[in-house]
Every structure is written in structure tokens, then in C-alpha cells.
T-cell receptor, first 114, second 113 residues
Framework: DTAVSQTPKYLVTQMGNDKSIKCEQN?????MYWYKQDSKKFLKIMFS???????INETVPNRFSPKSPDKAHLNLHINSLELGDSAVYFC?????????????FGDGTRLSIL | GDSVTQMEGPVTLSEEAFLTINCTYT??????LFWYVQYPGEGLQLLLK?????DKGSNKGFEATYRKETTSFHLEKGSVQVSDSAVYFC????????????FGKGTLLTVNP
């Protein structure tokens, strides 16, 4: 009964490779997000989709491309991986419309670039 | 732009000690305010929230009050346990920001037995 699930949990790969992270939520939410958490635990939003429409794109390199095939899924594809991409990536979802709706987070994908 | 400032960690306490983690924010209008907790190796979990001035959020013995006049949302707990060891994040969400959560930098709390 996992609410927001991400796969894989760990991803170790070489510089220059292309990889994808998948995210699914079973909460019936209409908005999904990708966050990047660096080694100092700082969290920064990357993308947000509302009803499959991109609404936030926060100065993320073009190598990162989100895709939302439906409201329950938001995948993240990364081309030409660089050392600086090493981080933990969190997917989240929320049901917007009312004030103060919290976001629900997945357990994260730890990406390590060799 | 929106910003959240929370006290730098790490914070180390003994079990049953009183906890305060300060959080102040900058945002136009009346944002919603949140505290999230991240246990080692896990994602973020909502701890508590408040949506308007003078609201008090509470959960698991933690409390925080939305203070508009001081733009603050300090987290408190009267008696911490070893199991409270985690990273705590203060965050805000403002109407018109496309639902974006703006986080503070996080405060690592370690509680020793």
C-alpha cells in the first residue's frame, strides 16, 4: 500500500550514461514533483506536473527530462550523466486546490556517478 | 522571492531534553507552513502544518505556531526521545507559486540516551 514509490532505490553508473528513474503514486493526486537533495541535505525542486502539464521547471539542465504519461506517474530521464548529478532524487505528490495541502514523498533514489 | 531560514545544526541533546528548532520565513501574502522530518535512509514525512496566523500544528509531541508578526514557525518538543533523531525541514508554500514547496536547509537532530 505504498503511497509514492520510486524505482530504483539505488543507481550506480558511469559518467556519460543515460538513466531513468520512475515514480508512481496511488493516492489519486493531481500534482507530482521531482526534488534533488544534495550531500548537505539541501532540497531543491526540479520539476512539477499538474494533471500531466509541466508547471515548474527550475533552471534544470536540458539533460534532465521529465515525462508524465498519466497523473499517477512522473518519470525522470537523465542524459549524459555528470559527476555533479550524484544526489538523492525524491518524487512527491499532492492534491492541490485547498490551502495547505502537504506533499507526500517517496523514499528517494540515490544516484552515484562513478 | 520566497525563502526559509532555519537554525544551523547539528543539534545534539540528551533524552528528555527540551527541543527548539527555529524557523523564519520570507514570503508575500499568507503562505502555508510545514515541518517535515527525514529519518536516516528514508524520504520526507509531514510532521505538522499550519495554514493561517496563530494556527498551532501538533503531532507526536511536536508543536509549532504560525506567527505572522515575527514570520516564524519554530518547532518545539518538551521531551525528546532517541527515536526523534532525524533531519527536520521547515518549509512554506505560497498561493500563486505553482504549489512549490520552499525548504529550509534542514537541521540534524541527534538525541543521545
Amino acid at each position: 500500500d505504498t503511497a509514492v514509490s520510486q524505482t530504483p532505490k539505488y543507481l550506480v553508473t558511469q559518467m556519460g550514461n543515460d538513466k531513468s528513474i520512475k515514480c508512481e503514486q496511488n493516492l489519486g493526486h493531481d500534482t507530482m514533483y521531482w526534488y534533488k537533495q544534495d550531500s548537505k541535505k539541501f532540497l531543491k525542486i526540479m520539476f512539477s506536473y499538474n494533471n500531466k502539464e509541466l508547471i515548474i521547471n527550475e533552471t534544470v539542465p536540458n539533460r534532465f527530462s521529465p515525462k508524465s504519461p498519466d497523473k499517477a506517474h512522473l518519470n525522470l530521464h537523465i542524459n549524459s550523466l555528470e559527476l555533479g548529478d550524484s544526489a538523492v532524487y525524491f518524487c512527491a505528490s499532492s492534491q492541490e486546490g485547498l490551502q495547505g495541502q502537504p506533499q507526500h514523498f517517496g523514499d528517494g533514489t540515490r544516484l552515484s556517478i562513478l | 522571492g520566497d525563502s526559509v531560514t532555519q537554525m544551523e545544526g547539528p543539534v545534539t541533546l540528551s533524552e528528555e531534553a527540551f527541543l527548539t528548532i527555529n524557523c523564519t520565513y520570507t514570503a508575500t501574502g499568507y503562505p502555508s507552513l510545514f515541518w517535515y522530518v527525514q529519518y536516516p535512509g528514508e524520504g520526507l514525512q509531514l510532521l505538522l502544518k499550519a495554514t493561517k496566523a496563530d494556527d498551532k500544528g501538533s503531532n507526536k509531541g511536536f508543536e509549532a505556531t504560525y506567527r505572522k508578526e515575527t514570520t516564524s514557525f519554530h518547532l518545539e518538543k518538551g521531551s525528546v526521545q532517541v527515536s526523534d533523531s532525524a533531519v527536520y525541514f521547515c518549509a512554506l508554500k505560497r498561493r500563486g507559486s505553482n504549489y512549490k514547496l520552499t525548504f529550509g536547509k534542514g537541521t540534524l537532530l541527534t538525541v543521545n540516551p
